[in-house]
Every structure is written in structure tokens, then in C-alpha cells.
């Protein structure tokens, strides 16, 4: 035990490994290591002596080491019991409190030769928490999990789903928003393109982007489909939607929504824009415009398909309450068996806060005997002012109030105030910019990755322009290009010849 | 620290150490796995699970998320927030807060028993609460009568009613103005911008107008 023990603490952590040492000494280093663990009699005879190897490894330094180690042992338990999830790999179990504290310690450069491995512990240890019905225990673990092996979460993977799930169903919303939150634009690179022939990775080295080791080879992720993107975004939106975050989850389902389609629509995007029509009443008070990449056809399909949905918008716009209960009543099995009842139930909440916002487009002022009048129908009169002063102090309505002197009068309430809330007016605009500016970065660090990858970087356009001028350079002082190939210099094309 | 412990002390000791609230939210929030792991059959554990519980709920409360408060409540353990004092407190406070019932939430929090390692904590969002409705009141209202503010900020209201000098000083003390004869306060707006604010979103929009101009000059 204490030869393999030696064996498998050979390799040191990237950080911690001898100053210059070379990527390709490393490199060659785990593949070594790989080869070792991956010897046809060495599953047995680690898993034999997990517990001892686990007790001396140390899982930041030895990750690799521990990651073989850890598999083989919860392999040759699962085999033994006939069981995938044995008691051993369950929360409180020995693999468990193990593969806890390797997924919270692992080395992210040596994981990166073990991406299988890696996930199909990360699954392992999401099916055990859902298996006693303890999702949150994996939520954190597979959020910083994410976070370790791609910091910017650009790369779309399989571990994303899982974790947008466990949230949803642990009710732990809050901790999906540091992956959520980020511009995820990639897929797992697909290996064996012509242009990647001149720009291999070496996977220990320092990347930029991490599209470069979580590619498709490397298994971080399992097979992706359609259906896995579209899942992520909708679960995405519901979170979303949990937090109150209605402008977000508005994007992710009109993403959702605008997934390019060939015939028909597929069920989940029509759930998107079922969702999508109340998300939009809930967060601007209207049905705003669908995303003008949906092609008219998918659109006609989609109003065809969510005609309650419509009326209820319909009814809410025209600021009808009644009308709205009504709608709502009536289609009652239809939220129900679309799972959208408590989106419809907090419209009929929101109606309220937008009938007084409407209030501001005709009025300047008005007293609240009359705002009270005009917002009868869904608010009794008593409350009011209590209402309206909540709706200004949580932002939603830009106005004042002012109580009447010696309680001679009724309240005021002063609408379209403005002014006093240019600074936070300010601030939201700063906000947005300083959004978009994040999203201008990434488009076009993107875009110049994939110029270097293309070989249409300005660097390599000056190369070629250098290189051009060595080559005329050389053919007018006659050397440089062997006899009877001398046209092979002038490739500068000249397109105003049939001017001349 | 130990996947599946969790103890009185560490709760303690992370109330007396956060620096601020978002600080006790994150020190919490990594406990909350460990409490999974607790039984409510042990009446023990169960202590450790409600003051846990409660002292998470309030720091949501201190960082303004009331959403993800909304979500921990039904997280946590249904068969003890059914039965333990101070989870239904807290249920409660979360109604009042929701429904933004001021004088329900300080009556919640001033009247009802919450036990001993939760007083500072409870203590601390009557405190912050005060001044958050003291900001929201003074940009909601432009004119308004003292038994009203007293209501929001949880003060005697028939006090204020009567003009009492004591309770007009809360509010003369943060810049609002007392006409006695109209007999209304005059809030003073306490959203103020600071210079820094300024110069960082100069700085952002500058930088931002930078990279569009050298990438149209491409």
C-alpha cells in the first residue's frame, strides 16, 4: 500500500509543482499518472485500499490521485451491493463526507485530464442528496464546483442543468444567481476541426477562455441536446421568477421562445410563452412585443396555443378587474394543469400597483378620495393611501404624497414627480451600461479568440503583409524564388487591371 | 469545519463576528448543510435548529432579501416551524414584512417573546428597519401629519398627535422640518449622491464610450 501511496503523491499540485516546470514535463506527468491508476489490476487494488490511500492523500495536492482512488473504492462498493447509491456513498456516509471534501478542494488544472471521472462524481453526488431528499446539500458544492473549473462560466455543460434543478427543487434559489448570472455563450468545443489542427491546447497550460480543456473529448459534460439548452433556460426563468427578477426571466424564455425551429414548436417553448405572457404583465404591467428573431409562423402558433393567456393580458391592459377575475375564473383548470397558477395569482396581486402607475398618464395630481375612485374596483377605499405609500416606497410608482394641513382636506398625490428620483433614474441607467459594457467585453474577447483561431487575427494579417514584402523584396533583386516560379511572387492581385 | 455538526456556539460566535450583515448571511448560509443533518426528534438539536433557522431568517431580513427569506422559511423543517415560538415569530414577521404592515412588524418584534441569543439580532432589524422606512417615508412623502410618521417608524403615535417635543426631535434630528401651525413634518429626501458615486459612474461611462469608439474606428 505504502508503494502505491508513493506512486500516486508523485504528482504535485500545478501551483505547488518545482519552478519551471515546463507545461509539456507536467503534461506528460499526469498522463503518466492517468496511465498508472488506469493499469487493468489497480481498480481492485485501490479499492481495496481506499480507505488507507484516502486518509493520506491530500485531496488539493493529490486530486487526481484522490479522484481514481475515490471512484474505485464507491465502484467496488457499488458492485458489491448491487446498489448505486449504497449507504457508503449517501450524506453521512464515508464516500460521501470524501467526495464532499474533494469537490470543495480539488485542483482544477489536474482535473482537467479527469473530466469524466470528475462528472460522474459530481452526479453521484447529486443523486444521493436527491435520494434522501436533501437536494441543498449538493447545490453549494456543485455551484462552487462550476465555478471552480470555468470561473467565468462561459461553457455550457451538463453540471449547469443539474445545478439550475436541485435549486428549483431545494428552494435554494439564491445560490444558482452566480452561475445563472453569467454570459454563458459556449458549447464543449468539437474536436477534430481543420482549423484546430494549429492550435492544439495543452490542457495543464494557462487558457484564456476555458472552451479550450472543456471540449467535447474531455467528457466535463455528458452529451448535450436541444431539449438540455432550452431545459436550462426555462428552469433558469423559474428562478428567476422566484426572486422577483421578472426582467431576467423574461429574457431567458424569450430565448426559450426564439430557439430556431424547422416545422413545429416544441412543448417546452410553448410553456415559454405561456409563462413569458404573465412574466411580461408582472414586470411591465403590458404585454410587451415578442422578440422581433421569432419568425411569424412560430408566433401565429404560439397565440393559437395560449388563447387564455391572451384574454387574461387582454383584460389586464384594458385595465378591466372584473374582466381579469373573470378570464382567470373561467380558465382556472388551465393554469392548473399548465402549473401557472401562482404566476395568474400574483397578477390579480399586481393589478392594483399598475392601476395606480396608470394613474400618471393622465394625471399630474389628483386627491386620494379620487385616486380611491378611480382604483375601486380592486382596493378598497380605507387602504388607499397605506397602498399607494408602499407602491412609492418600493419603487414602483414615481410620486408624492402630501398629507392636507390641520386635517383640513384630503391627501394629495402628486404623480410623474421626476425630478426627485433623477438620481436613481441615474443609477439604473449606470447599471444597464455598466451590463452592457460586461457583454460588449465578452463579444469581443470572443470574437478575437475566434480570430486567432481562424487565423484572421491582425497579427497574423501582419505576418502574411511582412512576409509579402520579403517575397517582392526578394524577387527584385532577383534571388530568393527558383527559376520558372517567379510568378509565384507576384500573388498580389492587382484589380484595377482592366483599367489600365 | 465538520460536514455534519452544527452547534449553539458557532451560531454565536458568528452573530459576534459578522461585521455586517452580509458578512452573518454568508457565515450562515454555509451552516445551512450542516443543519440538515439535525433531527428534530432531539430536543437538543431541535434548539439548535430554531435558533439556527431564526437567525438565518433575520439575516435575509438585514440584506434585504425578503424573496429568499420567503423561500428558507419552507426549507427549513415544517415539523418545527409548526411548533417552535420563535420559527412562528418569524413566520409572522415575514406575513407583516411581506404585506409591508408597519406597525404589525414592530409590535412583532418589540412584544412578542423571541428567546435570549436572538434578542441582538432582533434588536438589530428593529434598528434597521427604523432607518430603512425613515429613508423610504422621507421620499414618499412631501407633507406629512407626525402620527403618521410615528406609525411608520414605530413611535408613539397619540404622542405625536399631541405635538410632544420628544417625538418631533426623532425626526427634526434627521433634517426634517416641524411647521407647528399647518401641523405637519416636512421630510428632508436623505437619498444622498455622493461625489465618489459620481466619479465611478463617470469613470464606468467613459470607459464604455472608449471601447465603442475604438471599436467603430476598426
Given amino acids: 500500500m505504502a508503494e502505491i501511496l508513493t506512486r500516486l503523491t508523485s504528482l504535485p499540485a500545478r501551483s505547488q509543482s518545482p519552478h519551471g516546470v515546463h507545461n509539456e514535463k507536467y503534461d506528460s506527468q499526469i498522463r503518466d499518472l492517468i496511465s498508472y491508476l488506469k493499469q487493468p489490476a489497480k481498480p481492485s487494488e485501490i479499492g481495496n485500499a481506499s480507505q488507507y490511500l484516502l486518509d493520506n492523500l491530500v485531496p488539493s495536492e493529490h486530486s487526481l490521485s484522490y479522484l481514481y482512488v475515490l471512484n474505485y473504492r464507491i465502484q467496488s462498493i457499488q458492485n458489491s451491493t448491487k446498489n448505486i447509491l449504497p449507504d457508503d456513498i449517501l450524506p453521512g456516509g464515508y464516500s460521501w463526507e470524501r467526495a464532499v471534501l474533494f469537490l470543495q478542494q480539488f485542483d482544477p488544472i489536474q482535473m482537467r485530464y479527469a473530466g469524466q471521472e470528475w462528472r460522474n462524481l459530481v452526479h453521484l453526488v447529486s443523486q444521493a442528496a436527491l435520494a434522501v431528499s436533501k437536494p441543498l446539500l449538493a447545490v453549494q458544492i456543485i455551484k462552487d464546483c462550476i465555478l471552480k473549473m470555468d470561473p467565468h462560466s462561459r461553457v455550457f455543460t451538463s453540471i449547469h442543468l443539474v445545478l439550475v434543478r436541485l435549486c428549483l427543487l431545494s428552494k435554494s434559489y439564491g445560490h444558482a444567481l452566480p452561475v445563472l448570472d453569467r454570459q454563458i455563450y459556449l458549447f464543449p468545443t468539437i474536436t477534430g476541426q481543420a482549423y484546430q489542427k494549429h492550435h492544439r491546447h495543452m490542457p ?103 388563447k387564455p393567456y391572451a384574454s387574461v393580458a387582454e383584460a389586464f391592459e384594458r385595465g378591466d378587474y372584473r374582466g381579469l377575475i373573470a378570464e382567470i375564473e373561467i380558465a382556472q383548470s388551465v393554469w392548473c394543469m399548465d402549473n401557472n397558477l401562482g404566476l395568474v395569482s400574483q397578477v390579480i396581486r399586481a393589478f392594483p400597483g399598475f392601476m395606480v402607475t396608470k394613474l400618471g398618464k393622465t394625471f399630474c395630481a389628483l386627491t386620494m378620495q379620487d385616486a380611491a375612485y378611480r382604483v375601486s374596483g380592486c382596493l378598497p377605499s380605507q387602504e388607499i393611501e397605506q ?39 441615474e443609477r439604473r441607467v449606470q447599471c444597464q451600461l455598466i451590463s452592457v459594457d460586461q457583454s460588449f467585453h465578452v463579444l469581443a474577447n470572443t470574437v478575437d479568440q475566434s480570430n486567432i483561431e481562424l487565423d484572421l487575427g491582425n497579427d497574423h494579417f501582419q505576418f502574411l503583409q511582412k512576409s509579402q514584402r520579403w517575397v517582392d523584396h526578394a524577387g527584385k533583386i532577383g534571388r530568393g524564388f527558383p527559376a520558372g516560379n517567379v510568378n509565384a511572387a507576384d500573388t498580389d492581385e492587382d484589380i484595377m487591371s482592366d483599367l489600365h | 469545519m465538520n460536514q455534519t455538526s452544527l452547534s449553539l456556539e458557532q451560531i454565536s460566535t458568528a452573530l459576534t463576528e459578522a461585521a455586517k450583515p452580509s458578512d452573518l448571511y454568508d457565515t450562515l448560509a454555509k451552516y445551512e448543510s450542516p443543519a440538515l443533518f439535525l433531527s428534530t426528534a432531539s430536543d437538543k438539536e431541535s434548539e439548535v435548529l430554531s435558533v439556527f433557522y431564526s437567525t438565518f431568517f433575520f439575516s435575509h431580513l438585514l440584506t434585504d432579501q425578503i424573496y429568499e427569506a420567503r423561500a428558507m422559511t419552507q426549507r427549513m423543517p415544517q415539523d418545527l416551524a409548526q411548533k417552535d415560538p420563535s420559527l412562528q415569530n418569524c413566520l409572522t414577521l415575514l406575513r407583516a414584512v411581506w404585506q409591508q404592515n408597519h406597525e404589525q412588524i414592530y409590535r412583532i418584534l418589540r412584544d412578542l417573546p423571541w428567546p435570549d441569543p436572538l434578542q441582538s439580532v432582533v434588536k438589530s432589524y428593529d434598528t434597521y428597519f427604523q432607518e430603512k422606512t425613515l429613508k423610504e417615508v422621507s421620499r414618499a412623502y412631501e407633507a406629512i401629519k407626525p402620527a403618521a410618521a410615528a406609525g411608520y417608524m414605530g413611535l408613539d403615535q397619540t404622542a405625536a398627535e399631541k405635538g410632544d417635543p420628544a417625538v418631533l426631535q426623532r425626526f427634526t434630528a434627521c433634517g426634517w422640518t416641524w411647521d407647528e401651525q399647518a401641523g405637519l413634518l416636512y421630510p428632508k429626501l436623505m437619498e444622498e449622491a455622493s461625489q465618489q458615486d459620481d466619479a465611478k459612474l463617470y469613470h464606468d461611462v467613459s470607459q464604455i464610450l472608449a471601447m465603442l469608439g475604438k471599436g467603430g474606428s476598426r
Fill in chain 1, 204 to 306: 495543464c497550460a494557462v487558457h484564456e477562455s476555458s472552451d479550450a480543456f472543456i471540449i467535447d473529448d474531455s467528457e466535463f459534460s455528458s452529451k448535450l441536446t436541444y431539449r438540455d439548452c432550452l431545459q436550462y433556460l426555462l428552469y433558469g426563468s423559474m428562478i428567476y421568477m422566484a426572486l422577483k427578477q421578472w426582467s431576467k426571466a423574461q429574457y431567458c424564455l424569450s430565448m426559450v421562445m426564439a430557439s430556431p425551429v424547422t416545422n413545429s414548436v416544441s412543448k417546452i417553448m410553448v410553456e415559454a410563452y405561456k409563462k413569458w405572457i404573465l412574466v411580461s404583465l408582472l414586470g411591465h404591467g403590458r404585454l410587451t412585443p415578442e422578440p422581433g428573431i421569432i419568425a411569424s409562423h412560430v408566433t401565429r402558433i404560439y397565440q393559437s396555443l395560449t
Fill in chain 1, 387 to 425: 397602498f399607494v405609500a408602499c407602491t412609492i416606497m418600493s419603487n414602483m410608482l414615481d410620486a408624492v404624497l402630501l398629507h392636507p394641513p390641520n386635517n383640513n382636506g384630503h391627501t394629495m398625490l402628486r404623480l410623474a414627480h421626476g425630478a426627485k428620483s433623477r438620481l436613481s433614474q
